[in-house]
């Protein structure tokens, strides 16, 4: 009864912004989803390799993958072992 009341309460008071919000067609629940895309891939990319590595896979399970040519690395000796 008592939370009821103060959500009416704080409803009233935002009248203006609710009616707004009802009335216009812009919404935030895109840019929502996709930070909650973002923070689901960064807890199973835990202790993956680098940021490059997430941000691929981000990019690639979204459908926007933008290929860019991979810097040219230097190649390294291997190391002999015995």
């Given amino acids: 009864d008592k939370d009821f009341k103060k959500s009416i309460k704080?409803?009233?008071?935002?009248?203006?912004?609710?009616?707004?919000?009802?009335?216009?067609?812009?919404?935030?629940?895109?840019?929502?989803?996709?930070?909650?895309?973002?923070?689901?891939?960064?807890?199973?990319?835990?202790?993956?390799?680098?940021?490059?590595?997430m941000r691929r896979r981000i990019f690639l399970?979204?459908?926007n993958w933008q290929t860019k040519k991979p810097k040219k690395r230097k190649k390294r000796e291997k190391a002999f072992i015995k």
Avoid: D, M
């Fill in 61 to 63: 399970y979204e459908e």
């Fill in 10 to 53: 704080y409803l009233t008071k935002q009248t203006r912004n609710v009616k707004n919000a009802l009335k216009l067609p812009y919404s935030n629940g895109k840019l929502e989803g996709k930070n909650n895309l973002i923070k689901v891939f960064q807890r199973i990319a835990f202790g993956s390799r680098n940021f490059g590595n």
